[in-house]
């Protein structure tokens, strides 16, 4: 998501500047009871629901993004418009966001969205799709603050009622963290569910090899929502592997079909889920953080995840109790 993969904080001018406009935002949204309530994902190879529901049908044809690990629902036209998922392709036009051999992020994430917009109509109708941008221009952009407003408009604009933020990560520091990570918020725990939901299609398919869903209520883009929000790193550019698939189009395929059907799914058997509720507390204690810091947070999650499952890498006890930690530049 950072420019160059090189997360560092800005002037503190930037900073709060846009830590008065979060305010400004937290004071228009009328404040509710925070819900909690417990989802248990469904494996689609395990949910009856297939193969008794009429209203679904059950894909097995062999386009080179099916895979057996999962079970693709194709959702009748009920012509009614259960929800609206706004996906936004990160970056654009002259912001190419993370370079890595030459490729740009801001093509791999359009390339991508694009993808997971198309999938998602073909396997659910009754869901209304909507992208920020379906090009590379981006004529809104005059600097990061527009470009943020620009996006988060979209979700009013558009009435959505769910909206996906899709990057590729970087961390030049070390090539050997991997893996895909989900913001959202801390308080919301439909999105928490319904990117679980994501990230295990996606392992399912071998997209990835492990993920993180992190709350983090600095990042803009989610904690200025109004509705389900997540900002979802698809990998990282700087390792091998990731930057494989990544950039590969048929496993971009593969990877956009998992995401659209854990989202066309993730609607389905949750009819009623509640609308994101805005915390009151959500935004007043903490310093929002530029856009581009997060990387670091990220990379840490991810590098932590590895050594969990690695006794052998050494240990950074800092990096878990601080999430503001920034690498030495
Ligand atoms: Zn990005």
Known sequence: ???????????????????????????????????????????????????????????????????????????????????????????????????????????????????VAQYLKELNPNIDVKVTRSTDETPWFEDELSDLNYRLEQQKTQNADYFFSIHCNAFGEDPTVEGMVFFVNPTDTVMKDLVNKIGDNLTAVGWTQNYNVIDYELLQLVSM????????????????????????????????????????????ENPDAPDYVKPSEQNSEVSNAPH??????????AQQSQQAADPNASQNPEAAQDPNTQPAQ
């Open 1 to 115: 998501m950072a420019k160059n993969g090189s997360p560092k904080l800005k002037n503190p001018k930037m900073i709060a500047a846009l830590y008065t406009i979060g305010l400004c935002v937290v004071s228009l949204v009328i404040y509710g009871t925070l819900f909690t309530r417990t989802y248990t994902p469904i494996s689609a190879k395990d949910d009856p629901v297939a193969e008794s529901d009429p209203n679904t049908t059950t894909s097995s044809n062999h386009s080179a993004a099916d895979d057996d690990s999962i079970t693709y629902k194709t959702y009748k036209d009920q012509h009614e418009t259960v929800a609206t998922v706004l996906l936004d392709a990160g970056h654009g036009g002259i912001d190419g966001g993370n370079v890595t051999n030459d490729v740009l992020e801001k093509d791999l994430n359009l390339s991508i969205t694009n993808k």
């Open 225 to 268: 929502s109004d509705i389900h929000s997540s900002l979802v790193e698809l990998g990282y550019m700087t390792n091998e592997f990731d930057f494989q698939k990544l950039t590969d189009p048929t496993e971009q395929d593969k990877a956009a079909k998992a995401i659209a059907a854990a989202i066309s799914d993730y609607i389905m």
């Open 292 to 301: 581009a810091s997060i990387d670091s947070y990220a990379a840490q999650q």
